[in-house]
């Protein structure tokens, strides 16, 4: 009985931000999670890495074992410890402290160690930013919902840029300005018809250079196409407004739940242990 009410407590304060210490936990985690993110980053620089190496490598050490203990911790107090191994969070979370043990294996790999930039996502539920949550959930189900437009918006696409970059070849192939074959005709239909434009391969006729801007301006109008359909899936989804709460299921691990639900709206598992 004792060691349960010591794992309902370690789960209040890894898991919850509504008690004043799992909000301090969370803070000094993500203020962790920020210092680890410029280590790796000042590493990566030779002239940094050179003067500050050994110091950038104790650091990553010690900051690797403390995120160990964390999702250890996170195991331990979960009821169903694989649902939250096999969540998002739980992913990251492993994901997150791989590359300092692969680097032992693998040269090199501790810069993979960037992933953990991830785990500040938890910054919408700790700070009780429960609306952006209810928003970015309406985003997720309208994009769910215009998956169908979407795929067939991209199979369209696809085949436009080939006949597009077959064209292209027809007409540049025998330039040597770079349409040595479709393939790299279709590539520059690709960056041509996306606006990015890197300007690695140009027509050089008057005919390619005719077609190269129907292309731009084609690009515009493509671009606005799938805009077009996830702002109309949003206006028909229902943004079940109420309020979303800090609450993490221990039986699932899962989030989003309203302020006044008692019980996980994913498993069925009770919110709050009495």
């Known amino acids: 009985m004792a060691d349960r009410s010591l794992r309902d407590r370690v789960h209040e304060i890894i898991f919850e931000a509504d008690t004043p210490e799992g909000k301090i936990f969370d803070i000094s985690l993500l203020v962790l999670i920020c210092f680890s993110i410029l280590v790796v980053m000042l590493e990566s620089s030779e002239d940094y890495n050179e003067i500050y190496g050994t110091a950038f490598f104790y650091i990553e050490w010690i900051l690797t074992i403390i995120f160990t203990i964390e999702y250890v911790l996170r195991l331990w107090v979960t009821i169903r410890p694989w649902s939250y191994a096999l969540s998002f969070y739980g992913i990251v979370d492993i994901l997150a402290i791989l590359p300092s043990y692969l680097s032992l294996l693998v040269p090199n790999s501790q810069y993979f160690l960037i992933i953990r930039i991830l785990r500040l996502m938890r910054v919408f539920r700790i700070f009780k930013l429960g609306q ?94 799938p805009t077009g359909i996830v702002t109309n899936e949003m206006i028909n989804t229902d943004p079940k407004g109420s309020r979303v709460s800090t609450q993490v299921c221990r039986y699932c691990s899962k989030e989003g739940h309203a302020s006044d639900a008692e019980f996980c709206k994913y498993c069925g598992g009770r919110l709050n242990e009495v």
């Open 132 to 225: 952006y949550l209810s928003e970015g959930d309406q985003l997720g189900r309208a994009i769910i919902a215009s998956r169908n437009k979407i795929a067939v918006f991209l199979f369209a696409v696809s085949i436009l840029v080939i006949i597009i970059g077959s064209v292209m070849y027809l007409i540049e192939g025998g330039t040597n300005d770079g349409f040595s074959s479709i393939p790299r005709a279709v590539y520059w239909a690709i960056v041509t018809i996306t606006t990015v434009g890197y300007g690695d391969i140009t027509p050089q006729t008057q005919i390619g250079q005719f077609l190269s801007a129907m292309v731009m301006i084609l690009g515009y109008a493509i671009i606005a196409v």
